[in-house]
């Protein structure tokens, strides 16, 4: 065993391990200096004998730069053979990086090309639909604008017919040639139960009621179910009324189509009105008026045409 040193002597002994006190500093600089792997330091000094044998070759014997021969047979040396060797570099490296970049703009073309035919039948495709629903939706406004003009015609010639139907219902009411209903008011006239003349209703007095219920507003007459018109003819025959040429007698049955909340009050106020109320009064003739919702008078059976035209 070789001796120690002094200096190995002076170094203190770890009595619980019995290794010496500063035996972990010599780890750590064993560790520092020594890889963890052998073939990991192999390749670093391999790669850094490359880069010191690459310098060799650019430098002379006299550690300078080696001299760079020009294409017109000159040579250059020193740092201007590095530099242009450095740029030949670059140069050949820009060439690269230029050839890439136009070999994807080519790709990027002829893709573009290739798509172009299939994008221009596609904008024809949508340009053909959208003039074909251009031409249907005007071909639908102007069956739209016929349609109206035709409604509108329509309209004016149901207004027409309308207004030529009202007319020729008010002639039928006035000539009594159709059964009507409405609303109205019924008024029952009886002679007085004495004997006296003056107790009896006349022709005369008929006559007068019944031309103040026309003017009262009533639009349709008829005295116990005889359709009274504009000829209809009130006289006496005998001891008898006759209402278009046929007898009635009393009590006396008067239906009147009109305005049933205004008609008697307006009556009232007539020579018809007044004359009943008189012989009420006076003579004890009987007399009653009463409003209805509905009532149906039957059509003439006493008519006869004039003359006509054709429409």
Same mark, same amino acid.
Request: net charge neutral.
């Given at each position: 065993?070789?001796?120690? #040193? %002094? !200096?190995?002597?002076?170094?203190?002994?770890?009595?619980?391990?019995?290794?010496?006190?500063?035996?972990?500093?010599?780890?750590?600089?064993?560790? @520092? !200096?020594?890889?963890?792997?052998?073939?990991?330091? $192999?390749?670093?000094?391999?790669?850094? @004998?490359?880069?010191?044998? !690459?310098?060799?070759?650019?430098?002379?014997?006299?550690?300078?730069?080696?001299?760079?021969? +020009?294409?017109?047979?000159?040579?250059?040396?020193?740092?201007?053979?590095?530099?242009?060797? /450095?740029?030949?570099?670059?140069?050949?490296?820009?060439?690269?990086?230029?050839?890439?970049?136009?070999?994807?703009?080519?790709?990027?073309?002829?893709?573009?090309?290739?798509? +172009?035919?299939?994008?221009?039948?596609?904008? &024809?495709?949508?340009?053909?639909?959208?003039?074909?629903?251009?031409?249907? +939706?005007?071909?639908?406004?102007?069956?739209?604008?016929?349609?109206?003009?035709?409604?509108?015609?329509? /309209?004016?010639?149901? &207004?027409?017919?309308?207004?030529?139907?009202?007319?020729?219902?008010?002639?039928?009411?006035?000539?009594?040639?159709? @059964?009507?209903?409405?609303?109205?008011?019924?008024?029952?006239?009886?002679?007085?139960?004495?004997?006296?003349?003056?107790?009896?209703?006349?022709?005369?007095?008929?006559?007068?009621?019944?031309?103040?219920?026309?003017?009262?507003? $009533?639009?349709?007459?008829?005295?116990?179910?005889?359709?009274?018109?504009?000829?209809?003819?009130?006289? #006496?025959?005998?001891?008898?009324?006759?209402?278009?040429?046929?007898?009635?007698?009393?009590?006396?049955?008067?239906?009147?189509?009109?305005?049933?909340?205004?008609?008697?009050?307006?009556?009232?106020?007539?020579?018809? &009105?007044?004359?009943?109320?008189?012989?009420?009064?006076?003579?004890?003739?009987?007399?009653?008026?009463?409003?209805? %919702?509905?009532?149906?008078?039957?059509?003439?059976?006493?008519?006869?045409?004039?003359?006509?035209?054709?429409?």
């Amino acid at each position: 065993m070789a001796a120690m #040193t %002094d !200096e190995e002597d002076q170094v203190p002994i770890d009595p619980t391990s019995g290794r010496r006190a500063d035996w972990t500093m010599d780890l750590l600089r064993e560790i @520092r !200096e020594q890889a963890v792997d052998p073939s990991y330091a $192999a390749v670093t000094q391999a790669e850094t @004998r490359a880069a010191q044998a !690459e310098r060799r070759h650019d430098q002379d014997d006299h550690g300078k730069p080696a001299p760079h021969t +020009q294409e017109n047979g000159s040579t250059v040396s020193g740092p201007a053979a590095l530099d242009r060797r /450095r740029r030949r570099r670059l140069h050949v490296g820009t060439i690269a990086v230029l050839l890439i970049a136009g070999l994807g703009l080519g790709t990027a073309w002829r893709t573009t090309a290739l798509q +172009q035919p299939v994008t221009a039948a596609e904008r &024809g495709d949508l340009v053909r639909r959208v003039e074909a629903a251009q031409a249907h +939706q005007a071909d639908q406004q102007r069956q739209i604008s016929e349609l109206e003009g035709e409604v509108h015609r329509m /309209r004016v010639r149901a &207004g027409t017919w309308s207004a030529a139907a009202d007319h020729q219902s008010k002639q039928a009411d006035a000539a009594a040639v159709s @059964r009507v209903s409405g609303p109205g008011v019924k008024i029952t006239v009886d002679d007085s139960k004495a004997s006296s003349e003056e107790g009896r209703l006349t022709d005369t007095d008929l006559r007068r009621v019944v031309n103040g219920l026309w003017g009262s507003g $009533a639009e349709a007459i008829a005295i116990n179910d005889r359709r009274l018109s504009s000829k209809t003819a009130i006289r #006496t025959a005998g001891s008898a009324i006759t209402v278009n040429y046929a007898s009635i007698s009393a009590p006396y049955v008067i239906k009147v189509i009109g305005p049933a909340q205004t008609l008697p009050g307006q009556f009232a106020q007539t020579d018809g &009105g007044t004359i009943l109320q008189y012989h009420s009064d006076n003579f004890r003739v009987r007399y009653q008026m009463e409003t209805l %919702d509905a009532v149906t008078l039957p059509e003439s059976h006493n008519v006869s045409v004039s003359y006509s035209e054709p429409r």
